[in-house]
């Protein structure tokens, strides 16, 4: 069952600063739009989204890509419409890494790092095609050869978008993290309002997916 | 299309089967790479249970003894003697390998020299390997290559895709004769007494590089029409839809898990594929009515993992 951001930002509350200067005790009624005493509302969600963006990190250093493909599946998002101009795609908005991306057809395109060029570049052909991830962009290095220009290449990414005050107070978006994570993203969210910093926020994930792998047994991986 | 022996797995069938029982990874160069690794597995394969095989890869060509020379028709060329390499951009037609191991005859200021021709460089360019050559370089004014070796006929061989796996032979039969022709080595074929009694009714062959020398017992009026069985090599797949050049059955089994091995070492991971590929190896050689020892067993999975 997913979770409102505006409930999530209410536990986080309720855990490093529960109270405003008022004593009023901040709940999912009026989180947002009130301050707590040591954390005003907008540090608050930064902090949050802050722990977001570290949680994706450091899954992707220390789990399986199997792994977060099923268990980050909240984070999952397709982009149907991504354009290949000259070889060159800006990424989207958000993005922290890719699963799959396709030409319209279905069609695999590999997507790899420029340290890798020497062990893909001799094989590339029509079927066999792959992107350099640099920078904000994917570029093909043999521009529109072998991935012409079109606007509807398919990319699947996980993608994690700061939430904005108004994503809480209105009460109407969800935690896009999996059921599994909302949990130690409020601990990382105490973590980083405790100023830990990334070592620590990953051997809390890492320690968190021995946890579960242990649970899930590992077939997988 | 460069379909092989099976009729079920295509070069792509294989590897997804290897990528799945490894780890499926949908962003991986290893799909990039996946002929590369299957070509490369394939062959390892077949070289590991040739043996046991080897008719399915037989092939037979029909050969023709070298005939008509070459030589200068104009203009002049170049010597160097350092390298030993006889450049003329003039000849009735240009070098080519199947020049490799003829008699060169060529013309200088300081004389007239001869030599083999150890290898073809270019259409215009030939190494010569001989114990007189130039020891300087020249001009060249005639080149002469001389169609067949000395006391033997030439049949080049070097366009054939001719495996050299272990337990690969060749086989050269004539019309001329009712036996095969009989394999010699290079220096008994050149004492080969043609008026001998028991050679006389024989052609006799040695195989020396790219090119099998010929000779013909006093009995025999000519070469006639050669056919040369020999195994061919493995083809190679260029798309992910060919066919693999392996026999289904164990044989596929093996090329699985060889992919495994690949695939395994470039991912960083440690499988242990030696008693599967054991039982394999068994299978193969098992269904050809043959039987490996433990001890060539264990040197072929040692080849695979």
Redesign the interface.
């Known amino acids: 069952m997913a979770i409102k951001v505006q409930e999530q930002m209410a536990r986080f509350f309720r855990r490093v600063d529960p109270l405003t200067d008022d004593n009023v005790v901040i709940t999912a009624a009026n989180v947002g739009t009130v301050d707590g005493q040591s954390f005003p509302a907008q540090r608050a969600l930064d902090v949050y989204n802050a722990a977001r963006k570290s949680l994706a990190a450091s899954l992707r250093l220390v789990v399986?890509?199997?792994f977060s493909t099923r268990e980050m599946s909240g984070c999952l998002v397709r982009k149907t419409d991504l354009a290949f101009t000259s070889g060159v795609a800006a990424k989207p908005a958000g993005y922290i890494y890719?699963?799959?991306?396709t030409d319209v057809n279905g069609n695999?395109i590999?997507?790899?790092g420029l340290d890798?060029v020497g062990?893909?570049k001799d094989?590339?052909s029509a079927?066999?095609?792959?992107v350099l991830d640099v920078g904000d962009e994917f570029i093909a290095e043999s521009g529109s050869t072998y991935i012409p220009n079109a606007n509807n290449y398919v990319l699947w990414y996980f993608g994690v978008l700061d939430w904005l005050l108004a994503d809480v107070t209105e009460g109407t978006a969800y935690e896009t993290f999996n059921e599994i994570w909302l949990e130690i993203l409020l601990e990382i969210s105490n973590l980083i309002a405790n100023e830990a910093g990334q070592a620590e926020i990953s051997a809390l994930t890492n320690k968190f997916f021995l946890t579960l792998r242990s649970q899930l047994g590992a077939a997988?991986? | 299309m460069a379909n092989g022996i099976s009729k079920k797995w295509t070069s792509y069938a294989l590897f997804r089967e290897a990528l799945s029982d490894i780890q499926w990874i949908e962003n991986t160069e290893l799909h990039i790479q996946s002929i590369a690794i299957g070509n490369r597995a394939d062959e390892e394969v077949l070289a590991q249970i040739f043996p046991a095989v080897f008719p399915l890869y037989l092939k037979s060509e029909v050969v023709v003894p070298a005939s008509g020379g070459n030589h200068s028709v104009s203009g002049t060329g170049t010597w160097a003697a350092a390298t030993k390499r006889l450049v003329f951009g003039a000849m009735q037609s240009g070098f080519t390998d199947g020049d490799v191991g003829k008699l060169v005859t060529f013309v200088m200021s300081s004389g007239c020299y001869v030599g083999v021709i150890a290898s073809c460089v270019s259409d215009t360019t030939v190494a010569v390997e001989g114990s007189f050559l130039p020891a300087a370089d020249g001009t060249v004014y005639v080149v002469v290559v001389v169609p067949t070796a000395i006391g033997s006929e030439r049949v080049d061989i070097s366009n054939l895709p001719i495996s050299n796996f272990e337990g690969a032979r060749l086989v050269l039969e004539s019309s001329a004769i009712n036996q095969p022709c009989e394999p010699l080595s290079v220096d008994d074929l050149r004492n080969f007494r043609t008026s001998g009694l028991n050679s006389r009714g024989k052609i006799v062959y040695a195989r020396e590089g790219n090119s099998l020398l010929l000779r013909k017992g006093d009995e025999v009026s000519s070469l006639g029409t050669l056919t040369l069985h020999y195994p061919r090599l493995i083809i190679a797949q260029e798309a992910d839809n060919e066919y693999i050049d392996l026999p289904d059955g164990a044989a596929i089994r093996l090329a699985i898990l060889r992919r495994k091995a690949i695939i395994a070492e470039r991912l960083n991971r440690e499988l242990n594929l030696g008693p599967e590929i054991s039982d394999a190896l068994k299978s193969v050689f098992e269904s050809a009515r043959m039987t490996l020892s433990e001890e060539e067993n264990k040197r072929k999975v040692e080849a695979l993992t």
């Open positions: 399986p890509t199997w890719a699963d799959r991306l695999r590999i997507i790899t890798r062990a893909v094989f590339e079927s066999k095609r792959y997988n991986g």
